[in-house]
T-cell receptor, first 115, second 114 residues
Framework: SAVISQKPSRDICQRGTSLTIQCQVD?????MFWYRQQPGQSLTLIAT?????????ESGFVIDKFPISRPNLTFSTLTVSNMSPEDSSIYLC????????????FGPGTRLTVL | AQSVAQPEDQVNVAEGNPLTVKCTYS??????LFWYVQYPNRGLQFLLK??????LVKGSYGFEAEFNKSQTSFHLKKPSALVSDSALYFC????????????FGKGTKLSVKP
């Protein structure tokens, strides 16, 4: 299984600011995924990030609000821009195991609170 | 549209008793099926999966799940619950025909009392 770390583990931010979340994997992976888990809710996919190409965003999520970088096969960042209290969530990155159609492994998450 | 239903927000079980956490899905074709567990302030941990073959799959921590194609269900089970099993459990599906992101149910909180 892949070992995934995220930074920061949690943060409290002011409305209107931006936060960049880092995701580091201990092995090279083709696809990385970013999810949002709002309080008391399930996980919702924000976007899929392939190295060397633009991220693919799910319905309801846009690049201006959630820009993603994927500079190499072990690292990705998600920025939450111009934050509002509604952005308070846990943000998780994940990777596929051994290619597609298998289970995904998740990072520990970043707990974001926007005041 | 693809969807996953976990009909119970919470399941309460006494330690030592069997537990079942229910999951049904609505996906075209034959999906891949997964269970994950989330402990407080932790990320998601993979428990088990069904890809093909035997309908009863065994996973981590003594959990198992039964795939029932006719009922489109994938219920999570454990013969004897532990207090340490108390956590949030998510069922997820993945469409075989697509590049395939996971679609999660809303989660079921399992509470095991001593």
């Amino acid at each position: 299984s892949a070992v995934i770390s995220q930074k920061p583990s949690r943060d409290i931010c002011q409305r209107g600011t931006s936060l960049t979340i880092q995701c580091q994997v201990d092995s090279q992976v083709t696809m990385m995924f970013w999810y949002r888990q709002q309080p008391g809710q399930s996980l919702t996919l924000i976007a899929t990030a392939n190295q060397g190409s633009e991220a693919t965003y799910e319905s309801g999520f846009v690049i201006d609000k959630f820009p993603i970088s994927r500079p190499n096969l072990t690292f990705s960042t998600l920025t939450v821009s111009n934050m509002s209290p509604e952005d308070s969530s846990i943000y998780l990155c994940s990777v596929d195991s051994r290619g597609t159609y298998n289970e995904q492994f998740f990072g520990p998450g970043t707990r974001l609170t926007v005041l | 549209a693809q969807s996953v239903a976990q009909p119970e927000d919470q399941v309460n079980v006494a330690e030592g008793n069997p537990l079942t956490v229910k999951c049904t899905y609505s996906v075209s074709g034959n999906p891949y099926l997964f269970w994950y567990v989330q402990y407080p302030n932790r990320g998601l941990q993979f428990l088990l999966k069904y890809i093909t073959g035997d309908n009863l799959v065994k996973g981590s921590y003594g959990f198992e799940a039964e795939f029932n194609k006719s009922q489109t269900s994938f219920h999570l089970k454990k013969p004897s619950a532990l207090v340490s099993d108390s956590a949030l459990y998510f069922c997820a599906v993945r469409d075989r025909g697509s590049q395939g992101n996971l679609i999660f149910g809303k989660g079921t909180k399992l509470s095991v009392k001593p």
